[in-house]
């Protein structure tokens, strides 16, 4: 299914985000970060999706504390992950985005985390993280490279020891 939605959004990139989506709510824009690559991600992030109707986020950016490497993050999390803090495991499509900011106040980046497979572990999770214009240094499933060495490796300890959170999520 992935690679027949990969292929829509191959076919229409000059257009607008919205109007390329699938029809399926996997892939609405309005739920989920695309994961077809950080040229799309970076549109769907400009274009504020994540702040609109159904995505809950943090009043106000904080500072992160313990493991935390993000500095001062505001944190949105998507329709899907609203209200399944209590599952075991997050469902397929459960997303969120942090806006990373600079001591300064101005925002600097983004992280995202996308779970998009029903199986276990990092290689569920799409991860993305750019900061201070440089190229995205983590960009992909968390079975290899940056989304693996970086990301995953520190977040498979959320809810273990005495880290708080579960399933990859803080
Ligand atoms: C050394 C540990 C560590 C590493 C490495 C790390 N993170 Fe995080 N991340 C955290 C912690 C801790 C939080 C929760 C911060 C808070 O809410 O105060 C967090 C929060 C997040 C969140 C919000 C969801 C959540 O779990 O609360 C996203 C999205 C995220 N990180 C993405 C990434 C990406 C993408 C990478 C790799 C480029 C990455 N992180 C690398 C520790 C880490």
Redesign the pocket.
Known sequence: MRSGARRVFAACTALALAACAPADLDDDPAVVPPVFGADVLQRWLAAGFYEAGGWMCEAAP?????????GT?R?C?NPVALGAEAAADWPVDSA???ELYAGSGAQRGF???RRSEPSAGSASWY???EADGAAP??DGWGFEG??LT??????V??GTGA???HG???
Request: overall charge neutral; hydrophobic content about 40%.
């Open positions: 904080h500072a992160t504390a313990g493991l935390s490497p993000h993050i944190t999390k969120w985005v942090t992280t995202v985390m991860w993305f993280q240094s983590a940056p989304p970086d990301c995953s490796a520190c977040h300890t959320a880290n708080p959170g990859f999520v803080f």
